[in-house]
C-alpha cells in the first residue's frame, strides 16, 4: 500500500512540474510580445502556483498546479519610436518577462520532475524485487 501512495505522490509531482514548465516555456516564448497599439499592455508574465490536495482514497497528499497569477512587476521600456505601441516619448512598454529568471525557474522544475521520476523509478524496482523475493 505505502508503495502505491509514493507512485500516486510522484505522479502528481510530475505533472504539477509539467505544468510549471509549460507556463514557463509561455512566458519566455512572450518575452518580446508588445501590444498593438500606445495604450495597450504587453505580455505580462505568468507565474504558477501550486496547492496540496488529499487523496483520500489513498490517504496520501499530493499536489497539483493551482490558479495562474499574472505578475504585477512593472513593464520594461524600450525606445522605438517607429513602433505602432510607441508611446509619445517614443517608449514601447516590453513584457515584465526575464530570461535569466525564467532559465533558472525552468531548471528547478525540470530538476523536480527528475526528482519524482527517480522516485517513479526506485519504486517500481522495489515492488520488482519483492515480487521476486515473494516468488522465491
Do not use: C, W
Not at 510530475?14 to 505544468?19: E, K
Not at 512566458?27 to 501550486?50: E, H, K, L, M, V
Not at 490536495?53 to 520594461?76: I, K
Request: hydrophobic share 35%; no cysteine; charged share 25%.
Amino acid at each position: 500500500m505505502d508503495f502505491l501512495k509514493s507512485l500516486v505522490t510522484a505522479a502528481s509531482g510530475l505533472q504539477a512540474q509539467s505544468g510549471r514548465m509549460r507556463i514557463i516555456a509561455e512566458n519566455i516564448a512572450n518575452a518580446d510580445s508588445t501590444a498593438q497599439t500606445p495604450d495597450g499592455d504587453p505580455y505580462r508574465r505568468q507565474i504558477p502556483t501550486f496547492r496540496v490536495s488529499l487523496d483520500r482514497e489513498m490517504d496520501a497528499r499530493t499536489v497539483e498546479l493551482g490558479p495562474v497569477r499574472p505578475d504585477s512587476g512593472d513593464f520594461r521600456l524600450r525606445y522605438d519610436p517607429s513602433h505602432p505601441a510607441a508611446n509619445d516619448e517614443g517608449h514601447v512598454e516590453m513584457p515584465n518577462v526575464n530570461r535569466l529568471v525564467e532559465a533558472m525557474d525552468m531548471r528547478n522544475a525540470q530538476r523536480s520532475y527528475e526528482a519524482n521520476l527517480n522516485v517513479v523509478q526506485s519504486t517500481r524496482q522495489m515492488i520488482s524485487r519483492t515480487l521476486e523475493i515473494l516468488r522465491a
